[in-house]
């Protein structure tokens, strides 16, 4: 998949859908491409205004003359609490980039407990 065809999809997303949660437009800087094989790609969105997490999966089919896209929210998120708004968390720096490495580096055995 080209640049072309991410931009025509997130064009066509901005034009057509709206966050499920409060029916705000999707702002265009809270749009990211997460992954894509092929004809098939999968974005994630935050929504500015409720802060709703939102996936969409989506396929080129070249057989079919319009656009597939699957959305997936949280079912439970309505508006997400203020304490996980990103304003509340100090940007991410080169310390924390090296000790994260270092942990991995030295660390032995299953990571579970620390993503609970």
Same mark, same amino acid.
């Given at each position: 998949m080209t640049f072309n065809d !991410? #931009?025509?999809v997130i064009k066509h997303l901005r034009k057509n859908y709206k966050c499920p949660a409060c029916n705000e437009t999707f702002n265009i800087n809270y749009i990211h491409i997460v992954a894509n094989a092929g004809n098939e790609g999968i974005l994630f969105i935050e929504c500015? &205004? #409720?802060? *709703?997490p939102i996936f969409v999966i989506f396929s080129l089919n070249p057989d079919i003359p319009e656009l597939i896209i699957k959305t997936r929210t949280h079912k439970n998120i309505k508006? $997400? /609490?203020e304490k996980y708004s990103k304003k509340n968390y $100090? /940007?991410? *720096?080169q310390n924390d980039i090296l000790d994260m490495y270092? !942990? @991995?580096k030295n660390h032995q055995g299953d990571l579970t407990p !620390? @993503? &609970?």
């Open positions: !991410f #931009c025509q500015t &205004k #409720c802060l *709703n508006n $997400a /609490p $100090a /940007p991410v *720096n270092n !942990f @991995l !620390f @993503l &609970k």
